[in-house]
């Protein structure tokens, strides 16, 4: 039986007619064939649902073209696509595949098999170097010192740019900036050296023009004596000339001198007080703007006093002793 028949058969079957006569209604122009109305449909309009409530005992309509559907005795449908395999072709076309599928895994374990062989899966290791897990003392030890010698060969592999053996010091100020530790020391050089030349010059200065005259003469002198023999005789010049350019007080041949230092001029070139003045222990002469009043607190005179005192003293008692 085709298929559309049994379906007219078993479900296209007519409606039969109510038992009951209902009254009638005039059914308005234009309303014919199924309607079908949402229940779940919301809004403000009602007359839709009170309608149906009044059409319930109505028959339903179904269009014609049901019935023309039940009296068609051939089928309306169409196969679209390929015709559906039967049960043989299907049955062949999935124990091929099966097949495909067996030899593709076994030639890709046999290949497996081949080129790797078997793996032995090493237990997971602690930061220190040894196994994790249930061990012995021995196997601990054994591990630990494998460790440190890996260790050790990678840190000579790498050399000591990686390590940083034997190199320089890294020095940071407080914000985190490189020093450059020859340039501190240079700057440091140069502070060093420029306060020694500092102190050199407060020094110099608290010394007079005499000291001063004589420290370069004596500089000088020790450059000649580069040149000079280890001896010095009598008849050495530059001795003699050195010795008559001394002045003593008692000394009565220096009257004769012609090369004789102009009178009222110190060492240095500047002019002298002329008159009388009181001695002193350093032999320094007033200078030519002094008034002549002595304002000192008279330690110069006691001194003098005090060695001529000791000076007679001891003269005396040479005597003394001679005359014994």
Do not use: C
């Amino acid at each position: 039986m085709a298929l559309a028949d049994y379906l007219a058969k078993n479900y296209l079957s007519a409606d039969p007619k109510p038992s009951s006569k209902s009254k009638k209604r005039k059914r308005k122009p234009g309303e014919s064939g199924l309607t079908i109305t949402d229940d779940d449909a919301l809004g403000w309009d009602t007359n839709t649902n009170n309608n149906n409530n009044e059409n319930d005992d109505n028959p339903l309509t179904v269009n014609s073209t049901s019935a023309s559907f039940r009296r068609n005795k051939t089928s309306s449908w169409r196969t679209i696509g390929a015709p559906a395999p039967s049960n043989t072709d299907t049955q062949a076309t999935a124990d091929a595949l099966i097949a495909s599928a067996a030899a593709d895994q076994s030639a890709l374990i046999a290949a497996d098999n081949d080129d790797d062989p078997p793996s032995i899966i090493e237990p997971p290791k602690m930061e220190s170097g040894a196994h994790a897990g249930l061990q012995s003392a021995a196997q601990v030890t054994a591990a630990l010192a494998k460790r440190n010698a890996e260790e050790r060969k990678r840190f000579e592999a790498e050399g000591d740019a990686h390590s940083g053996r034997n190199s320089e010091t890294i020095y940071r100020d407080a914000s985190g900036r490189i020093i450059n530790v020859a340039m501190k020391r240079a700057e440091a050089r140069r502070e060093a050296e420029a306060l020694a030349a500092k102190r050199e010059a407060e020094i110099e200065a608290q010394r007079g023009d005499v000291q001063v005259a004589q420290v370069r003469k004596k500089r000088e002198e020790l450059k000649e004596a580069r040149y000079m023999g280890v001896a010095r005789y009598i008849d050495d010049e530059a001795l003699n000339e050195e010795l008559k350019g001394r002045e003593r007080w008692n000394d009565p041949a220096a009257g004769f001198l012609e090369n004789k230092r102009e009178e009222g001029r110190s060492v240095s070139g500047k002019q002298l007080y002329k008159g009388a003045s009181m001695p002193n222990r350093y032999g320094i002469r007033p200078g030519y703007r002094w008034d002549g009043v002595d304002r000192g607190n008279g330690f110069e005179k006691e001194w003098f006093g005090v060695r001529n005192r000791r000076a007679n003293v001891r003269d005396l008692e040479y005597a003394w002793q001679m005359d014994e």
